[in-house]
């Protein structure tokens, strides 16, 4: 659930990732994201990890309380951290309906805004804005950032 990496640049520090925690799928993903958590921050002095980015897929479906159970557990990290929208992130659904339109990607933005505006003034760009999709004649929240960390 979670790859150390290395910065590709220099050697002085580290980057985690983690990816597909898929919260309320079951109560064993929401064990592994807490347990990927702690092992991320039992690791923060000896790696050297300055930040953790989620490569998507944080909830299951893309329901409210999804959302808000993934953040809570994300926000015990001892180190900033970035989300990036996946797939399941972005259509809000269930077992027994389906949101006519994908509002997931606003939902996504709502949640994290606090988390997005915690980046010091420069390092990160998030430019948050709607489109029109004339294929599904929606509008849609495109999650496009761009990180500059020395």
Request: proline letters at 5%.
């Amino acid at each position: 659930m979670f790859v150390l990496l290395s910065c590709v640049s220099c050697d002085d520090y580290s980057i985690a990732i983690m990816s597909d925690m898929h919260i309320g799928e079951s109560a064993y993903q929401t064990q592994l994201a807490q347990e990927a958590v702690a092992a991320i921050n039992s690791k923060i002095s000896s790696d050297d990890i300055r930040f953790v980015i989620i490569t998507g897929d944080i909830s299951n479906s893309a329901l409210p309380e999804q959302m808000q159970d993934a953040k809570a557990i994300l926000d015990q990290l001892q180190v900033p951290y970035l989300p990036i929208l996946g797939n399941h992130d972005v259509w809000t659904y269930n077992s027994t309906w389906e949101e006519p339109e994908p509002t997931g990607d606003a939902l996504f933005a709502q949640t994290f805004s606090d988390v997005f505006d915690s980046f010091p003034l420069g390092q990160l760009t998030y430019s948050n804005i709607s489109a029109w999709d004339p294929l599904l004649n929606i509008t849609t929240v495109c999650q496009n950032w761009e990180l500059q960390y020395d």
